[in-house]
């Protein structure tokens, strides 16, 4: 399979990311908040780890596989 393929699927990825992500910080409830939020943190924070440690290693293996099946 042709590396464009691969690019241009990240592309559309990162741009939906993006626009998704621009659309959540304009959006009206983001804007009148959360009062709870604040008071929550310890749960925040625990629920966010987990979610960087899920996506880094996931983007490692996946690197990994990528490395590996173009030596291949």
Excluded: C, H, Q
């Excluded at 699927?9 to 604040?38: M, Q, W």
């Amino acid at each position: 399979m042709s590396l464009y393929i691969y690019y241009l699927l990240f592309a559309t990825i990162l741009l939906l990311a993006t626009v998704a992500t621009f659309l959540v910080g304009f959006s009206k409830k983001n804007k009148e908040g959360n009062p709870k939020y604040d008071t929550r943190t310890k749960g925040n924070w625990s629920r966010l780890s987990w979610i960087y440690l899920i996506v880094i290693v996931s983007g490692y293996v996946a690197f990994f596989i990528y490395i590996v099946r173009l030596n291949s």
